[in-house]
């Protein structure tokens, strides 16, 4: 009798322990997922940023075509495109994401002054391409973001947690807007 009660502990022992180690895996694999799915989002929106990346230099070279003494401003765009082309990290791509966006605006405002700019077709083909890159980017930030906060509250809530320590699991950032400026939308539509 003594030896039946025995095994059955040891067997209700093992029975936990087996539930335990199922779900340590589920919570790691759940991590794992949503880490993936983070970068995933983070590539796709990357996507968007090269191709605005790109476009910014025939925008440049349009607009010094037409204002040539606003160097300033044509400077800022090309700073902040090096920026981001020197990024290491998500967080800078994010800091040179955030400058170019503000150096953008400028340039369109500096872009008012110019009559002859604004009637440019090259410019307004530019000026269109730009608004649908605009409209991609802020779409897919807004999927990032989502997903990021998934990832995140997995991080840090009980007890998944406790897994995300012991496994390395950190924060990813928001893809947010630095400034109250950069907050206003970049106008890309002339009169």
């Not at 495109?81 to 800078?92: D, G, K, L, P, V």
């Not at 950190?170 to 400026?181: C, D, G, L, Q, Y």
């Given at each position: 009798?003594?030896?039946?009660?025995?095994?059955?502990?040891?067997?209700?022992?093992?029975?936990?322990?087996a539930v335990l180690a199922l779900w340590a895996i589920g919570q790691y694999n759940m991590l794992v997922k949503l880490r993936n799915a983070v970068e995933e989002a983070f590539s796709?929106?990357?996507v968007y940023l090269k191709k605005r990346f790109d476009l910014v230099p025939n925008l440049v070279e349009t607009v010094k075509g037409f204002a040539a003494h606003e160097s300033g401003?044509?400077?800022?765009?090309?700073?902040?495109?090096?920026?981001?082309?020197?990024?290491?990290?998500?967080?800078?791509?994010?800091?040179?994401?955030?400058?170019?966006?503000?150096?953008?605006?400028?340039?369109?405002?500096?872009?008012?002054?110019?009559?002859?700019?604004?009637?440019?077709?090259?410019?307004?083909?530019?000026?269109?391409?730009?608004?649908?890159?605009?409209?991609?980017?802020?779409?897919?930030?807004?999927?990032?973001?989502?997903?990021?906060?998934?990832?995140?509250?997995?991080?840090?809530?009980?007890?998944?947690?406790?897994?995300?320590?012991?496994?390395?699991?950190?924060?990813?950032?928001?893809?947010?807007?630095?400034?109250?400026?950069?907050?206003?939308?970049?106008?890309?539509?002339?009169?």
């Open positions: 009798m003594e030896f039946g009660l025995g095994l059955i502990g040891l067997l209700g022992l093992l029975g936990l322990l796709t929106m990357d401003v044509l400077q800022a765009v090309t700073e902040a495109r090096s920026m981001i082309q020197s990024a290491t990290t998500t967080e800078q791509k994010i800091e040179g994401e955030n400058m170019l966006t503000g150096a953008l605006r400028s340039l369109f405002a500096v872009s008012e002054a110019y009559p002859d700019l604004k009637a440019n077709q090259n410019f307004l083909d530019l000026q269109r391409q730009l608004n649908v890159i605009e409209t991609d980017i802020a779409q897919s930030r807004k999927f990032y973001n989502g997903v990021v906060k998934q990832f995140n509250n997995r991080v840090e809530m009980f007890p998944s947690n406790i897994f995300a320590n012991i496994f390395g699991f950190t924060r990813f950032p928001f893809f947010e807007v630095a400034s109250e400026v950069e907050r206003e939308a970049v106008a890309v539509s002339f009169a």
